[in-house]
């Protein structure tokens, strides 16, 4: 009879890490210190580095045949790194209660996101909860961070149902529903792998919580929460398929680490630091805005690995989170795989696993480091192919479960003659690029719909969208876009039709397309 697997001794976490890890949602600025980690690794069985630098290695090599080899190579390798040193953090922080300190970081963002919000808005729950320096989903995800840790962290009810009912009322607040699916599925994962009738008992008013709180808020009309039930997904599909014409530009290297984004910033666009309601938006510093952008996302995890580093990348990044799914459920740690499960949901709208993040992808590949580190080190080599196959098979489902924006583009349907243009106004010689005009016209079936103009170059990156409400036997209004386009000799313009709610699926009902030239 085989003898069970051991479970290692918690490691002695050094102070400064966990320090770091009590500020570092709200101090994220702070995760490259987490290099200070890296030597961590050293902790992690044989095989396991193997995942690493197969890893490593898919990202470098799509690098030096992308456009920008060595900025390319660079990038990688320091991404690499970032999300290597995070790693070993959550290695030194395997034992349970080191991990327990991102709450203080997690209750310092509730206060501040209520306190900001009350006070700039005249009405709280009649808007989307803000927050000095996140964004509405990223409070979303810090809810579902508040809860997984309320249930699945241990310790004293007296800091975890506190903590709990906070991070459900920021949870809704927020208007997440990436957040909201994200918290939901943890939750029921994290509860069926240690089933306990404590966590049973806590998952089932959590969910009441929830449930209660989603029919309270449609009794009184509270828009902030309302807007988890609609399944818009907020103009997702027109950056997809601007991700698609990136990846079909360079379809075997990719663009480079962090570079999708300079694909995706607009003629003219203005770098800011992060949005703020009713206030003044702060502008970015020089050496920010030379960056290029790396801060535009193709908020899908397999558009945004193929679009920067192509199929090798792909593939090595999901072998990895294949492993990490796997190894999550082999030591049977339900805060490990509440966080792992959930944030992978999340990255099928959201890229939460790209580094550096607004503290969730820190959080991410911190608690891949702390599922690590339960594995025993002293496994023969010949037990470890439990972790082949069924790590292969993680990833294949993974994959296919992830890239469904991706799939749903393969197959472009036939022009449909129930889309006419009936008016195109363009010129197709300017002498300036800027404010450059087209007024359009179509002949629809009564319904609601967006027409979206992009230009393209290499790739094509999204200019101006104008909603469209079509009703019967009333003709159509005439449409007017006024955008800048790049200063280049000559350049692509696209117009296409969408239909009036964002929907999974990235290809328009219909398109056109014309040159425009540059002749100053």
Request: aromatic residues 10%.
């Amino acid at each position: 009879m085989t003898a069970p697997l051991q479970q290692p001794a918690p490691p002695i976490s050094p102070i400064w890490i966990r320090l770091w890890w009590a500020v570092l949602v709200p101090l994220y600025v702070l995760s490259p210190l987490s290099l200070l980690a890296l030597p961590q690794l050293r902790r992690l069985p044989r095989p396991l580095w193997w995942v690493l630098g197969g890893y490593a290695l898919s990202q470098q090599l799509p690098a030096l045949l992308s456009p920008e080899p060595l900025l390319a190579s660079l990038l990688a390798l320091a991404r690499t790194l970032l999300m290597f040193g995070l790693i070993g953090a959550g290695l030194a922080l395997s034992g349970t209660s080191w991990l327990r300190g991102l709450a203080w970081g997690l209750a310092t963002v509730y206060a501040t996101a209520l306190i900001y919000s009350g006070l700039g808005m005249t009405e709280l729950t009649q808007q989307r909860l803000f927050h000095p320096y996140m964004t509405s989903i990223t409070l979303g995800l810090t809810g579902a961070f508040g809860l997984w840790w309320a249930l699945f962290a241990g310790g004293r009810w007296w800091w975890r149902v506190p903590l709990g009912v906070v991070a459900i009322a920021i949870l809704l607040l927020s208007g997440s529903r990436g957040g909201l699916a994200a918290a939901g599925l943890g939750a029921l994962l994290g509860s069926l792998v240690r089933l306990r009738w404590q966590i049973a008992l806590s998952l089932l008013l959590t969910l009441g919580l929830l449930g209660g709180g989603l029919y309270a808020a449609q009794r009184f009309d509270v828009s902030s929460v309302t807007r988890l039930l609609s399944t818009d997904t907020s103009g997702r599909d027109v950056v997809w398929w601007n991700a698609i014409s990136v990846i079909q530009s360079a379809p075997l290297s990719g663009v480079g680490s962090y570079r999708l984004g300079a694909r995706f910033a607009p003629p003219g666009g203005q770098c800011v630091l992060w949005t703020a309601p009713n206030n003044p938006v702060p502008a970015c510093p020089n050496f920010i805005s030379r960056l290029g952008y790396p801060w535009l996302i193709a908020h899908n995890v397999t558009l945004q690995q193929l679009a920067e580093t192509g199929p090798l990348g792909l593939l090595g990044l999901f072998v990895l989170l294949g492993v990490v799914a796997v190894s999550a459920a082999w030591v049977r740690d339900p805060l490990g795989v509440a966080v792992i499960s959930g944030l992978l949901l999340a990255t099928a709208t959201d890229n939460t696993l790209v580094v550096p993040s607004p503290g969730v992808a820190e959080i991410f590949w911190v608690m891949v480091g702390a599922v690590l580190g339960q594995l025993p080190c002293d496994v023969p080599v010949a037990r470890w192919p439990l972790l082949g196959w069924p790590a292969g098979l993680t990833a294949a489902g993974l994959m296919l479960a992830l890239s469904l924006p991706f799939l749903a583009s393969l197959k472009v349907p036939p022009p449909n003659p129930a889309y006419r243009l009936s008016t195109l106004i363009a010129p197709t010689t300017v002498k300036t690029t800027q404010k450059y005009s087209v007024y359009v016209q179509f002949d629809l079936p009564p319904g609601k719909y967006r027409a979206e103009l992009r230009t393209c170059l290499k790739s094509c990156t999204y200019l101006v969208t104008v909603p469209l409400n079509v009703q019967a036997k009333i003709a159509a209004p005439l449409l007017a876009f006024t955008q800048d386009l790049y200063p280049q000799p000559r350049q692509r313009l696209e117009l296409l039709l969408y239909p009036g709610d964002s929907t999974l699926r990235p290809v328009p009902f219909a398109q056109r397309s014309w040159m425009v030239e540059w002749q100053p």
